[in-house]
């Protein structure tokens, strides 16, 4: 039942607060709530202030592992969501992979190689020169 002027104010006098209607509170708080909201970011939806993170960029032919397994160079496990690489012809932890030369580090392998086997221009051609012999004794060209 309502109350008049008079009888709120006994109440008041006495320390009783006048019971409010269960809406009216509701209406109340989301009222304090958005005036917090507006004092605090001017009302306007804020724009994100924190920086989403940077994604790190993978090596090259590596990803997330889908699911656990096992490395077929070291034999440990790798958990779900590591990052693995191709070893052979199965995946694994991308230490263990053999490290890929550079162009020039092949060619370098290469040429010593042909050096070490013999198949140079030298290791092919036999000398013309005898000792104690002078350039122009040497032997006929074959």
């Known amino acids: ?5 008079a009888q709120k104010a ?11 209607r269960p809406e009216k509170a509701q209406h109340e708080a989301i009222k304090r709530a958005q005036a917090a909201k507006k004092k605090a970011g001017g009302g306007k939806p804020a724009a994100k202030k924190t920086a ?19 490395c077929p160079a070291c034999f440990k496990d790798y958990a779900k969501g590591e990052v693995i690489t191709k070893v052979t012809d199965r995946w694994g932890h ?20 042909r050096i070490e086997s013999g198949e140079t221009f030298r290791g092919q ?18």
């Open 52 to 70: 989403a993170k940077k994604a790190v960029p993978l090596p090259r032919g590596s990803v997330h592992a889908a699911y656990p397994g096992t």
């Open 125 to 142: 051609k036999p000398s013309d020169w005898r000792r104690r012999a002078s350039p122009s004794s040497t032997r006929p060209a074959r």
């Open 94 to 113: 991308p230490a263990c992979a053999p490290r890929q030369m550079s162009a020039a580090e092949r060619e370098l392998a290469r040429n010593k190689a």
């Open 1 to 5: 039942m309502g109350q008049t002027p």
């Open 10 to 20: 006994a109440k008041a006098a006495r320390g009783q607060q006048p019971k409010k």
